[in-house]
């Protein structure tokens, strides 16, 4: 079956400007990880989301970050008035469940955005 | 904080050659620990995993085994092959109540030579 799938692949954008980032999780995995991977802070955790219960935040760096996932399924993440320090590849992750033997993440082949 | 510290890299190796990558954590409770890998081009792999002290996990002729007295999950092959190039990170998971978001190493670069 399909996996994750993330859209754009890449993206290049000036400084200040707003961006949006796209996920599709694997079809019924009902957690939904973001994760960032930049140079110099290697893979770190943005947001989690788990059925219909609130997301967990706690990862997101700054106010500029939001992500929602609507219907269960799809999730943006949004980076507003985006800085340099943006830079870096954005990975989505979903998984069956959170917890347990079904919790195994999936990632998808990520974004990577460019803040000129 | 949970933490995962890999040793640095880049390590380049002959084929057939040992392969070890040493990993350590700092967690409170009980972790998971994951190797995940990833190929040139391609996106993240869990490799193996294990879930509770003296597990071994395996896969692909890797293993690690969870050492709780030494917070350790190396990583090992006994000869390694050109198709294992690639960036390794080693991972875990504390399952601190719903959320089993995974805290990474910085990961390690692989390269064999034929």
């Known amino acids: 079956g399909a996996g994750v799938s993330q859209s754009p692949s890449n993206k290049v954008t000036e400084k200040g400007k707003d961006v949006e980032l796209r996920c599709d999780p694997i079809s019924g995995h009902t957690a939904l990880y973001w994760y960032r991977q930049s140079l110099g802070q290697g893979l770190e955790f943005l947001i989690y989301?788990?059925?219909?219960?609130?997301?967990?935040k706690s990862g997101l760096p700054s106010d500029r970050f939001s992500a929602e996932r609507t219907g269960g399924s799809v999730s943006t993440l949004t980076i507003q008035r985006t800085q340099q320090e943006d830079s870096a590849v954005y990975l989505c992750?979903?998984?069956?469940?959170?917890?347990?033997?079904?919790?195994?993440?999936?990632f998808g082949p990520g974004t990577r955005l460019t803040v000129l | 904080g949970d933490s995962v510290t890999q040793m640095e890299g880049p390590v380049t190796l002959s084929e057939e050659a040992f392969l070890t990558i040493n990993c350590t954590y700092t967690?409170?409770?009980?972790?998971?620990l994951f190797w995940y890998v990833q190929y040139p081009g391609e996106g993240l792999q869990l490799l193996l995993k294990?879930?509770?002290?003296?597990d071994k996990g395996s896969n692909k002729g890797f293993e690690a085994t969870y050492r709780k007295e030494t917070t350790s999950f190396h990583l090992e092959k006994g000869s390694v092959q050109v198709s294992d190039s690639a960036v390794y990170f080693c991972a875990l998971s504390d399952h601190t109540g719903a959320n089993s978001k995974l805290t990474f190493g910085k990961g390690i670069t692989l390269s064999v030579r034929p």
């Open positions: 989301f788990q059925g219909n219960s609130a997301p967990d």
């Open positions: 967690a409170t409770g009980y972790p998971s």
């Open positions: 992750a979903s998984s069956f469940l959170s917890t347990g033997s079904n919790n195994e993440q999936f």
């Open positions: 294990a879930t509770k002290a003296d």
